[in-house]
């Protein structure tokens, strides 16, 4: 009886024992998880159509390709901003980009937080269900910290903070910090020429092999086709009967294609491909900024590029391949948001959606269990421009088209309407047609929580005064990307909108804004006012003080007057501002005008310490 007792004794001490050491399919063990791996690719700044499979002709992306005839490819994919943080913002929160509490671009200087630590991201739900997690590349959602990849939820980081860096040196350059941006797990490292791209890839291998027997999420965000356009030698040589630049992004699109190749064979290699999710998409439409030769991308029939609420800003490439759990080959032509992805990750990896974010699962779609669309409507914010989608119709209040500007006449076009059956091109504006849907779509998006009845569009406003058309002339030249139609436009009569990308304002980085503008003919003058946009998320500040002097031959001035404004801290949104000086009646016939610049982003801003921008349009003298 007594051995019989000891023995039991013995046999449920095991058991509590095995119980309490073996860890369970959360802890993620590899005798009892078959939860799949993860990796998410995103590449930055590829045009809409820049994969064989999206149709380009030009380009050579055979594993991107493969992803597609081994999973499915969306036609209607959409990301939640155009530009850079903002969307990596929503891609990992599962939020709108100003829940995420990142509207804007994160500053690339150290010390300047980003996207708020108690957001929870997809790395952190996944950390928190026995995943091992991993960062590689790009960040750009903040340089503190907590707002790093290891405080946001990411066992492993690896990659640079900021938005770009020299693929060779790894320095932040092109008006920026000018500083070394490379860190592995918070703190600085040195790889001095040693391709990038490639370093991604080696530490993507070790991280799979060092994880390959528990389930891993692996954020693989690299850093191309996003300028400087750098590269592998033999694509820029297989691409040189392209034109350039089309040339040199063609050849950084196959760098990429040839990295995910990498990953896809080492994965085969390591017999982890079946059991491994992969996901690829871009973070927005192409860039045609000057940084990149002013393009080189392509969003085929699409309107807009990177920045802009047109189709080519906010449709993407993307696809997801898991070849033995869902469709092959197949191309699902609804539309879906990249905020879709936490969710649907959480469903894949079988975790419960505890975490309520704004998208909506893709899996019973992708797998044919529901039909249609998760999104009855999705809105859209960037700046001042934002966009409403509802079924086929698509409004976008203060739209923007950086690869045409002068086609958008900032009246007319203040509000356009797409349809998205009728013309997904984005060519016809249907607005004048249909004011019912365009009241209907601005009732809508005003009951969005982070809407604004001054996210309105504004008519320019016209204003007569007796420097209209007059000679001007300006001591300091402006940026060269915002100098508008040059100095005339100071005296066209009339005012700019609430963008600085019209090409309605003029432009000065760092400097003080001085013209002289000569009236003709001497004549009594009271007023003088200068009109100058406020925009702290782009950093553009209204002038900090204006001052004007006379004179009658145009050679001595006498000061009249000077003006100081106020401290704007608590103005964020996009503003228009109109500063003047009255005084009594004087005889003047040249008015030399000062709007001063602040000169430096103030302390509270996220840039603090950085040029700032002064944008000025009319100056009007009465």
């Known amino acids: ?89 929503s891609l990992l929160t599962g939020l709108n980009p100003h829940a995420a509490g990142l509207p804007g671009n994160a500053s690339s200087h150290q010390g300047h937080a980003g996207m708020p630590s108690d957001r929870i991201t997809i790395a952190e739900a996944l950390k928190e269900h026995g995943y091992t997690t991993g960062h590689i590349g790009k960040w750009h959602l903040g340089f503190t910290p907590e707002t790093m990849p290891n405080g946001q939820g990411f066992d492993y980081s690896f990659g640079h903070m900021g938005g770009c860096i020299d693929n060779f040196s790894h320095f932040f350059y092109w008006n920026g910090p000018n500083r ?30 060092d994880n390959q027997d528990n389930p891993f999420f692996l954020y693989f965000a690299i850093n191309l086709p996003h300028y400087p356009l750098q590269p592998e030698l033999k694509w820029r040589e297989y691409y040189d009967n392209l034109p350039h630049p089309r040339s040199d992004y063609a050849a950084f699109v196959s760098t990429i294609d040839d990295k995910v190749g990498d990953l896809i064979s080492y994965l085969e290699e390591n017999d982890l491909r079946k059991n491994t999710v992969i996901i690829i998409q871009s973070d927005h439409g192409h860039s045609v900024e000057q940084r990149t030769f002013g393009g080189g991308g392509n969003a085929g029939p699409f309107r807009g590029a990177k920045f802009s609420l047109f189709e080519g800003g906010i449709r993407v490439p993307a696809i997801i391949s898991w070849p033995e759990n869902l469709p092959q080959g197949s191309t699902f032509t609804e539309m879906a948001v990249n905020v879709d992805w936490f969710p649907t990750i959480l469903d894949l990896c079988e975790i419960p959606n505890q975490y309520d974010p704004e998208g909506k699962t893709l899996l ?91 996210d309105l569009p504004l008519k320019r406003e016209k204003i007569e005064h007796l420097g209209k058309g007059k000679r001007v002339d300006i001591e300091f030249d402006p940026d060269p990307k915002y100098e508008g139609d040059g100095p005339q436009m100071l005296v066209d009569g009339q005012t700019g909108t609430r963008s600085f990308k019209d090409g309605l304002w ?113 100056i009007a003298v009465k």
């Open 180 to 209: 070394h941006d490379l860190f592995r797990n918070g703190q600085e490292i040195w790889k001095d020429g040693e391709y990038f791209p490639s370093l991604m890839v080696e530490e993507a291998e070790k991280f799979i092999d």
């Open 506 to 618: 003029m432009g000065f980085h760092g400097d003080d804004m001085v013209a002289i503008v000569d009236l003709g003919e001497i004549k009594p003058i009271s007023e003088v006012s200068v009109g100058s946009l406020h925009d702290p998320g782009s950093w553009i500040f209204a002038l900090k003080g204006l001052s004007v002097s006379f004179s009658k031959d145009g050679k001595t001035f006498t000061p009249i007057s000077t003006k100081e404004t106020g401290d704007l801290e608590d103005l964020n949104r996009p503003s228009i501002l109109r500063t003047a000086i009255q005084f009594d009646d004087t005889d003047a016939r040249f008015i030399k005008v000062t709007a001063v610049n602040i000169g430096k982003c103030p302390a509270w801003h996220q840039a603090s310490g950085s040029k700032a921008y002064l944008f000025v349009d009319e």
């Open 1 to 89: 009886m007594k051995k019989s007792n000891s023995f039991l004794i013995v046999l449920l001490g095991v058991m509590l024992y095995s119980a309490v050491n073996i860890p369970s399919a959360s802890a993620g063990n590899a005798l009892n998880d078959k939860r799949p791996n993860i990796i998410f690719i995103l590449t930055d700044d590829q045009g809409s159509v820049d994969m064989n499979c999206y149709g380009s002709k030009d380009l050579k992306t055979p594993n991107m390709d493969a992803l597609a005839e081994t999973g499915i490819r969306f036609s209607q994919f959409y990301v939640a901003a155009p530009v850079c943080s903002p969307s990596r913002a």
């Open 364 to 454: 019973p779609y992708l797998k044919g269990e529901k039909e249609g669309t998760p999104h009855d409507q999705f809105i859209w914010k960037n700046g001042i421009s934002w966009a409403i989608r509802e079924g086929n119709w698509k409004l976008i209040g203060n739209p923007q088209d950086p690869v045409n500007p002068k086609s958008m006449d900032p009246n007319k076009d203040s509000y356009f309407l797409a349809n998205m059956e009728l013309d997904s091109t984005e060519q016809t504006n249907f607005a004048s047609k249909h004011p019912e849907i365009v009241d209907k779509l601005i009732k809508e998006y005003l009951k969005w929580e982070f809407a604004s009845k001054d």
